[in-house]
């Protein structure tokens, strides 16, 4: 496994090896990301990972500075799981200069996650633009985890004509229903004994959506009352469309219920997909 932090190093490894798929992370490897790995692996001679946190993604107050950086044990585990090349560059490689042309996503940047966390999708797109640039990859994994950046990411690809093909991947789980995430290392004992009523509370949506429910307003507020009873600080519970994460209109089947929420200072994310039989 070859270890590159310099664009231009990475451009002479891969033109040795145009045909690779790309998994870009911000370190702090789980899981998680080993699927993403394995779903990469088998569709191209060569798998690219990068690991860059990205400071424009994060806003003044969050967590940019103690966001976990282990890029010893990463190292470890993208070897482990068989990745060819790791890109690790610094600040100053990736923005040699104040970043002054971003990529603006359309008004899907400033709903649901968006709206909470302003320019957050701005600091993805503009990113993920930039590594894709500099990897040049076939194709890329992102989970579906972080649902509004894969739907970001998709339109972004398509409207800029990007010769890459998104692949979606499906949200790992702990044994309690917990989506893997960096973030969940923030939580207490406590509080990670209380984490998984946020899939709890988007599956009792689901299984309320497939029984045929439709008031979709109803279902949202008691989710919220849910998590806000069990002292959890709700920003979204909220069902949409798959396609556009717009408010469902009626008839549209494939609907997916998103939720994020506080759990003392952590923001945790998750969603679950409802495919309604035609
Ligand atoms: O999902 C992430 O880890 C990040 O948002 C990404 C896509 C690597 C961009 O910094």
Known sequence: MDIIHFVADLRARLQREPNNVFVPTMGNLH????????IAKPRAACTVVSIFVNRLQFGPQEDFDRYP??????CKRLRDAGV????????????????TFLVEPSDLQ????????????RGVATVVLKLFNMVSPHSAIFGKKDYQQYIVLRDMVRQFALPIEIIPAETVRAPDGLALSSRNGYLSAEERIEAPRLYRTLREAQAEIMAGACDFQRIELHGMSQLADNGW???YVTVRRQADLQKPAPGDRELVVLAAARLGKTRLIDNVEVNLEP
Do not use: M, S
Not at 31 to 38: A, K, N
Not at 69 to 74: G, M, S, V
């Open 31 to 38: 899981e998680g990301h080993i699927q993403l790995i394995d």
């Open 84 to 99: 060819n090349v790791v890109f690790a560059p610094d600040e100053k490689e990736i923005y040699p200069e104040p970043q």
């Open 110 to 121: 400033h709903i649901l996650d968006g709206a909470a966390r302003p320019g957050h999708f």
């Open 69 to 74: 950086r282990t890029f010893e044990a990463d």
């Open 233 to 235: 600080r709700p920003d």
